[in-house]
């Protein structure tokens, strides 16, 4: 069982940086894969970026690469999600996830309750 908890949402301005963050607790924390998706009002949840456990791979849907970085401290189980250059489409409460990279994946994963990420224009 993993437990995960995000913050670091708010309001923004376009152009502007908000740093989300993860905090993953379990009592045994094999290697997770982690990764950050959102969803915005009256639309399905997207994928917005992954990195594996070793941190050594990463990927990041189109429209926020160059934009948001994702990494990760194991040690402190945390991952962060590092946005800059905000949009107003990047409106959304972000989710974070954790799943066992060698036998699981994101539709098997376990969520966090998410955070409100709020751009304004």
């Given at each position: 069982?993993?437990?995960?908890?995000?913050?670091?949402?708010?309001?923004?301005?376009?152009?502007?940086?908000?740093?989300?963050?993860?905090?993953?607790?379990?009592?045994?924390?094999?290697?997770?894969?982690?990764?950050?998706?959102r969803?915005?009002?009256?639309?399905?949840?997207?994928?917005?970026?992954i990195?594996?456990?070793?941190?050594?791979?990463?990927?990041?849907?189109?429209?926020?690469?160059?934009?948001?970085?994702?990494?990760?401290?194991?040690a402190?189980?945390?991952?962060?999600?590092?946005?800059?250059?905000?949009?107003?489409?990047?409106?959304?409460?972000?989710?974070?996830?954790?799943?066992?990279?060698?036998?699981?994946?994101?539709?098997?994963?376990?969520?966090?309750?998410?955070?409100?990420?709020?751009?304004?224009?």
């Amino acid at each position: 069982q993993v437990q995960l908890t995000e913050s670091g949402g708010g309001l923004a301005q376009a152009g502007g940086s908000l740093r989300l963050s993860c905090a993953a607790s379990a009592r045994s924390f094999s290697p997770f894969a982690m990764g950050w998706f959102r969803q915005a009002p009256g639309q399905g949840r997207e994928f917005v970026a992954i990195i594996t456990w070793s941190g050594g791979n990463t990927n990041y849907t189109d429209s926020v690469k160059g934009r948001f970085t994702i990494s990760r401290d194991n040690a402190k189980n945390t991952v962060h999600l590092q946005m800059t250059n905000l949009k107003t489409e990047d409106t959304a409460v972000y989710y974070c996830a954790a799943w066992p990279e060698l036998t699981g994946t994101p539709r098997t994963a376990y969520w966090g309750p998410g955070t409100q990420v709020t751009v304004s224009s």
